[in-house]
């Protein structure tokens, strides 16, 4: 039976599939424990959520039942202080308590901020009947207030005109008008203290005190819900707590049972500078997959890097670096050394631009590819200074390099009809046979370079 390279199955396709299997069977089972794991995650959260708006709303229900309560405090102090000044004026006569009486009742007084606060919170409440009776009490008891008030305002001799609010404003009837002033004093304390007028003071007590036992059970009641309600979110909690340790276990022994082992492998492949095997699971695989395509791709950069190490950037041909390193190794006896400047170079590039001066270049590189053989190599030196390295050439060839040289230079002059400037090179030539050496090839070959520059342009010298 063939076996599936990437693999290398020794026991055939039977082990293979069943590797196979096993990365789907990882692949599904992380996939279902993470959707699980989410699940439960964001559950737990919104049983968090829960837990939070349930305590905000009971200590927002908190916080109303104290504000109703000290309201309904307020209320009942303030309307027991307004009958202490009544009736310590119907008693004494004495106008400073009126005056306290009547800061009392000011629209930030006490009075009026108890009773709005009590109707803000029983505005939209079935407890709306305890406000109605309080406020329904008061306004009879103020009525009475009043009038015993201007009776015994009249009874200590103060003017009616300049009386305050509304106790200017009463009248008395006429039965009341007819008694005296010691008869007015005490019927204006009998009012005050009357069945009717403690009724009236009764009746705001009670609504009071049956509206605070009303707001207590409410708050027990909401307090009772909410607890119960708490305690099943944290029963919630404590499971899904318990849950998700579970499939954290669930998910460690899936890893280190389905992945971990096939990773070392593939880290022991990696440490041999080995492509990986598909092996593992699904992502192992990919992972494999990537990892081999990186391989292979790095070999591409590092043949590209040891091109770009050893070839000239600009025309392509081999750089100064092997060259140098040609040189050094190579001193034999078969080779021709060509050195080749391209005639006043500089003044092209100060003519034309460097743009031009490049495209010379590169023309120049490419004449020279086409001039010599296949054999040979073509360098590029410096700015515009190129080397030829003929291989197995002796000073027998010298017309044969003449003749080359002669043809590249012509096809320099025909560079105007690609629309560059017409060039020349000079050239120096040093053979590995030389008679008479005066230095290595490369600095012969220069000799000979450096006599042609002195002859002029367009000239080859051999040393």
């Not at 202490?84 to 006490?110: N, W």
């Not at 003071?201 to 009303?214: A, P, R, V, Y």
Request: proline share 2%; glycine share 6%.
């Amino acid at each position: 039976m063939e076996e599936e390279p990437v693999y290398r199955n020794v026991n055939g396709s039977e082990k293979k599939n069943h590797k196979m299997l096993r990365g789907v069977r990882v692949r599904v089972v992380n996939t279902t424990l993470i959707v699980i794991g989410i699940v439960t995650a964001v559950i737990v959260l919104l049983s968090i959520r829960g837990m939070d708006s349930t305590y905000m709303k009971m200590h927002l229900t908190v916080e109303a039942y104290l504000e109703c309560m000290q309201a309904a405090t307020d209320l009942e102090e303030a309307s027991f202080y307004l009958s202490e000044q009544v009736r310590s004026f119907a008693a004494t006569g004495r106008v400073e308590y009126t005056e306290r009486l009547f800061a009392e009742l000011e629209p930030d007084g006490r009075l009026d901020s108890a009773v709005r606060k009590v109707g803000q919170h029983l505005e939209h409440s079935s407890d709306k009947q305890y406000l109605e009776a309080v406020t329904g009490a008061l306004e009879e008891r103020l009525s009475a207030d009043y009038y015993a008030l201007r009776m015994a305002a009249e009874a200590f001799g103060y003017d009616p005109s300049v009386l305050p609010g509304e106790i200017g404003l009463t009248e008395l009837n006429a039965e009341d008008e007819k008694l005296s002033d010691d008869q007015k004093k005490d019927k204006a304390l009998q009012l005050l203290f009357d069945a009717d007028y403690c009724g009236y003071q009764k009746t705001i007590n009670d609504s009071l005190t049956e509206w605070k036992q009303s707001l207590r059970g409410d708050l027990q009641r909401e307090r009772t819900q909410n607890g119960e309600q708490v305690m099943k979110l944290l029963a919630l909690q404590y499971f899904l707590i318990g849950l998700l340790v579970i499939l954290i276990i669930a998910a460690v022994v899936s890893t280190a049972t389905l992945v971990i082992s096939p990773l070392k492998k593939s880290i022991s492949r990696i440490r041999e500078q080995e492509p990986m095997q598909l092996y593992g699971s699904y992502e192992l695989q990919h992972l494999a997959t990537t990892y081999n395509n990186m391989y292979e791709e790095n070999k591409r950069n590092q043949d590209r890097l040891a091109y770009e190490a050893s070839h000239d950037v600009l025309t392509g041909v081999y750089n100064r670096s092997v060259f140098e390193e040609f040189c050094i190794k190579n001193d034999r006896r078969d080779i021709a050394l060509i050195l080749a400047d391209i005639d006043d170079f500089k003044k092209i590039n100060d003519t034309y631009g460097h743009d031009t001066g490049d495209e010379v270049l590169k023309r120049t590189a490419a004449i020279l590819s086409e001039s010599f053989r296949s054999e040979d190599f073509i360098c590029r030196v410096g700015g515009d200074e190129f080397a030829v390295i003929m291989m197995h050439a002796n000073s027998s060839m010298k017309e044969p390099v003449r003749d080359k040289i002669r043809r590249a230079n012509g096809q320099m002059q025909m560079l105007a009809k690609e629309g560059l400037p017409e060039c020349s090179l000079s050239v120096g030539v040093a053979f590995g046979d030389r008679s008479d050496p005066e230095g290595t090839i490369y600095k012969d070959a220069d000799t000979a370079l450096y006599r042609s520059k002195k002859q002029g342009k367009n000239f080859c010298t051999f040393f």
